[in-house]
T-cell receptor, first 113, second 113 residues
Framework: SQQGEEDPQALSIQEGENATMNCSYK?????LQWYRQNSGRGLVHLIL?????REKHSGRLRVTLDTSKKSSSLLITASRAADTASYFC?????????????FGSGTQLTVLP | EAQVTQNPRYLITVTGKKLTVTCSQN?????MSWYRQDPGLGLRQIYY???????DKGDVPEGYKVSRKEKRNFPLILESPSPNQTSLYFC????????????FGEGSWLTVV
């Protein structure tokens, strides 16, 4: 069953603008990760935020986590055409089970030059 | 270089003809997993393995088999492929249990006609 649900499903912005994607999940988590996938390629890990953290930064990426709302957001600042990709959130369940890495269906981001 | 290698990358096969998709990782990771990716459904876990000779079903295991005889290899076996198994398949590995980055292979495009 899908745990994470990304919103919006598709987002189109101009180069230089910020892009914000949201992820909601249903059950308690140990951590939440964001991945990027270029068309037809493997997923690349972007950032991991643990359940006891509220915000993390990595370069132009900023991730927030609100466990009370069971939601996370990924902000990409000063977007570039090369940021065009699909972005997925993935959660690991709080029980710590190795199997419980569950992906959402992704947000397709298009950055127009 | 840390790698998860899948083969074949592209395959067209006929219904009922057994096939194996190989997966190998060079990071000495305990945990390996197979996912399939279908439009609008995100990534769904097929099988996972927490170590040699330890495998378990994911969310969509029907029609698939796996084995983990060596730590580095985790082949996915389709004994009698059917058209509904046409999909993009990803192998992934991770050190230990939850909380660590998952590394993905580049994907295997499988078409069953």
């Amino acid at each position: 069953s899908q745990q994470g649900e990304e919103d919006p499903q598709a987002l189109s912005i101009q180069e230089g603008e910020n892009a914000t994607m949201n992820c909601s999940y249903k059950t308690s988590i140990n951590n939440l990760q964001w991945y990027r996938q270029n068309s037809g390629r493997g997923l690349v890990h972007l950032i991991l935020i643990r359940s006891n953290e509220r915000e993390k930064h990595s370069g132009r990426l900023r991730v927030t986590l609100d466990t009370s709302k069971k939601s996370s957001s990924l902000l990409i600042t000063a977007s570039r055409a090369a940021d065009t990709a699909s972005y997925f959130c993935a959660t690991t369940g709080a029980s710590g089970s190795a199997r419980q890495l569950t992906f959402g269906s992704g947000t397709q981001l298009t950055v127009l030059p | 270089e840390a790698q998860v290698t899948q083969n074949p990358r592209y395959l067209i096969t006929v219904t009922g003809k057994k096939l194996t998709v190989t997966c190998s990782q060079n990071m000495n990771h305990e945990y390996m997993s197979w996912y399939r990716q279908d439009p609008g459904l995100g990534l769904r876990q097929i099988y996972y393995s927490m170590n040699v000779e330890v495998t378990d079903k994911g969310d969509v295991p029907e029609g698939y088999k796996v084995s983990r005889k060596e730590k580095r290899n985790f082949p996915l076996i389709l004994e009698s492929p059917s058209p509904n198994q046409t999909s993009l398949y990803f192998c992934a590995s991770r050190e230990g249990y939850s909380g660590n980055t998952i590394y993905f292979g580049e994907g295997s495009w499988l078409t069953v006609v």
